[in-house]
């Protein structure tokens, strides 16, 4: 971790503080928070005769790492598209900010300052990554086709962009890959460059759709860390993920959907115990250890046999009645 | 074989007017494409829209400087027709449009019930509008030689005509020069590798894809201007083959490149008048005729399209290390 970055302390109290803001919030899905930066109300999108998302309500609190999770198939993507304006819901409203967010496209969505990463990373291959940086930059005049003609006019933004950019890609360990087409990165490198790339327009909240997909073990650790430090600045995180142990280890409070709708919320620690969360998503045997010797006792077996036969049981008559 | 004549002819054609306006064509299909990843499968469309409007303006009476206006304004109204339903959906729309549009152009120009206006099939002689343009001209009415090659100074082919056409193709590639180079042209590059992304950085995608169907439109329409010059409005000649080659042209010199569209365009027009002429000579009549020679040379441009995607789908000038990690 480079020199700039908050010391392990005070990510620490930053993570205490957030946690004890969250303490009181109640433990139900659609939970209020004290410090909302996102509100929804009754956001649905059907795609034909599915619903893929039915949200009543959901807040997202203000400064804090929020994780949403879920199995496949749970509607986090496509909540995620509706609120970044990549996706129009069939009903409901949200805000951003205190600012309603219907009808807002994508890209104004991002200008106001909620900014996402992709789950397929979508580095813009056959671009440098300077210039994949840059083009994350806000307020660029020569952005602009009359004046892009006139460089005069907007060099001095484009030298304060390089300067950031720079900054990022030393603080995301690509530096030395500044002038390399950014399709020659790797997978994680690519990952990082993305999320590089949304920081460039000082974003106030950062969605990032499975960010550890396809990253391996080694740059976990300093991704992990770069979503922390995010906290540490004060910018909000939401995130979609699947590593659980990504989502133990970094994230405030977590909001658990299925089939659609939230099934729960709160803190990582206590969530997963919820019975909601581990029907759902976990399994009913999330905490056992399948290389655990016990597990070939005849009589777990049996029991666990047991188990299984009252399932496809019960299964069966929910077929019948419905 | 005479050498002297040939090369004299193949020299001729690196710097005519028809070469001039094919690189100004493929310089406007290079914005499109090049920069922004727009398939535009019509851009003779343009070209002739460009050429009508510039056409029809000065029979109206109208002086040089605003039939020009007009050939530009209809190029500007013709591509926001097209963008406004195409450029929200996927790259293939647009293609599927621009080809039928642009021939919807050329149908509407031949049709009989135009006959008034824009002379239908037979098209408007070069007579009736040449008359603004050769009357700007600073030279003398007489005839100038400069080593083999020897044309008038205003009329019809002339020095005059090639003048300003190569002078037209300087100032447009510099003005590609410096959007490649600005973050206008960083935008668009964006937009060609994922819209998406782009979007996701809080650019107005629609927008950029707008402006350089546009930009690129209406540089196809100046190229239409200069394409009838030194000829006759004829519709006919301005269809679908003309879009293939000016993208054969692109191919050629390299996408995305600054001097790529004008170092095809003088590759594809000087290549074809050598086969040509050396075919002419070389073989004998009982065994292909000129008519037949004609063809051949056309049927080698597209076998050489067809090499040249293969096994330099760069082009000429194109940057090998940008294309090899194309993942797509």
Known sequence: MSADLPTTDVRESRRAAVAATLADVERVPGAKKPDPIVVADHITRHFGGMTAVDVDHIEIQRGAITALIGPNGAGKTTLFNLLTGFDKPSTGTWSFDGKSLHGVSAARVARSGMVRTFQLTKALSRMLVIENMRLGATKQPGENLATALFPPLWKAREKEITVQAEELLARFKLDTKRDDFAGSLSGGQRKLLEMARALMSKPTMVMLDEPMAGVN?????????????????????????????????????????????????????TVMQDQAVVDAYLGKHHDTDLGDDSLLDDDTTEQLEAEVRAEAIARGEQEETS | MDWSRIFTNVAGEIFAPTTAAYALGAIGLNIHFGLTGLLNMGQAGFMLLGAYGFAIATIAGWPLYAAVLVAMAAAAVFALILGIPTLKLRGDYLAIVTIAAAEIVRLVGRSTALTEITGASSGLRGNEYKHTFTGASPFPDTVWSLGPFSYATNASNSWWIRIVAWVVVGLACLLVYLLIKSPWGRVLKGIREDEDAVRSLGKNVYSYKMQSLILGGVIGAVAGIIYVLPRAVQPDSMGRPMTFFIWTILLLGGAATVFGPVLGSIIFWAGLMLIKTVMRDGVPETIMRNEQIEQFGWIIVGVTLMLLVIFRPQGILGDKKELAINVR
Do not use: C, K, N, Y
Not at chain 1, 227 to 234: I, T
Not at chain 1, 246 to 262: K, L, P
């Open chain 1, 217 to 269: 073990p080694a740059l976990t650790q300093s991704l992990l860390g770069h979503v922390e430090a995010l906290r540490d600045e004060g910018t909000t995180v939401l995130f979609v993920e699947h590593d659980m142990h990504m989502v133990r280890h970094i994230s405030d409070w977590v909001i658990v959907m299925a089939e659609g709708r939230i099934v729960a919320e709160g803190p990582p620690e």
